[in-house]
């Protein structure tokens, strides 16, 4: 049974559920799936949260669907049968999950508005992805849209449409073009945030339910922070 978390709290960041599903609202600092660093992850989490509201007895199946960064925060979807797993990860070689994000950055873009494309290179030992304007040994093609949707006095909030999954490929493309995301250090933001997140976060899933004949839309709320509930009141 996780011991940083509690029942409440697992339940109060679920924003979908049903016999197939599960998606959660992930806050800066989780991780999905466990890693080097031993901290418990969701799925575990999650396991624990529908053994205890179900009364289940014994193993819980949680299929992770995919993954977004630590520092990041936002919709993660989950299969709780195996038949949605796999057709869910069908979906996602297939594109045919659309996944936007929210991102902040320090300076606008220009243009407004544009689909960005670069060739990425991926550093595993860096655990880092690297974004150029032209073709590279072992580079995988790049593509996302980006939206300008509004100002604070100091940053700007865009709306990412993902038309590629390469890893760090928000983080990785905004820094190639000069305006790395709030907070994100490893990609060129000057300071880090104060609990380490970075202001991405994964605003909305659209996709068709990989059983039911029904569109499932979800948005995850922004974190409990002044300039993410700033940019959710005034450009939500």
């Known amino acids: 049974m996780p011991t940083d978390t509690t029942y409440s709290d697992l339940a109060s960041k679920v924003l979908f559920e049903d016999n197939h599903l599960l998606i959660v609202n992930k806050q800066p600092s989780e991780i999905v799936q466990g890693d080097k660093t031993g901290d418990t992850p969701l799925s575990e989490k999650y396991k624990y949260f529908l053994q205890q509201k179900y009364d289940k007895p014994g193993n819980i199946f949680l299929g992770v669907v995919h993954r977004i960064d630590r520092?990041?925060?936002?919709?993660?979807?989950?299969?709780?049968?195996?038949?949605?797993?796999?057709?869910?990860?069908?979906?996602?070689?297939?594109?045919?999950?659309?996944?936007?994000?929210?991102a902040v950055v320090a300076r606008g873009m220009e243009p407004a508005q544009a689909t960005l494309e670069h060739y990425m290179v991926r550093n595993p030992q860096k655990n880092k992805s690297y974004a150029f304007p032209d073709f590279r040994k072992n580079a995988k093609i790049?593509?996302?849209?980006?939206?300008?949707?509004?100002?604070?006095?100091?940053?700007?909030?865009?709306?990412?449409?993902?038309?590629?999954?390469?890893?760090?490929q928000v983080r990785s493309q905004l820094s190639a073009t000069g305006n790395p995301i709030k907070g994100d250090i490893k990609y060129g933001f000057h300071t880090t945030n104060s609990d380490a997140s970075i202001h991405l976060h994964a605003r909305k899933v659209i996709f068709d339910h990989p059983v039911k004949n029904t569109e499932v839309n979800i948005t995850a709320p922004v974190p409990d922070d002044k300039l993410w509930k700033h940019f959710e009141r005034h450009f939500g």
Request: proline share 2%.
């Open 71 to 102: 520092p990041t925060s936002g919709v993660v979807i989950f299969a709780k049968t195996s038949k949605a797993l796999g057709r869910l990860n069908r979906m996602l070689q297939e594109h045919r999950i659309t996944k936007y994000y929210w």
């Open 142 to 168: 790049a593509r996302m849209q980006y939206q300008t949707l509004g100002h604070s006095d100091r940053y700007s909030l865009l709306q990412v449409r993902l038309l590629t999954g390469r890893h760090h």
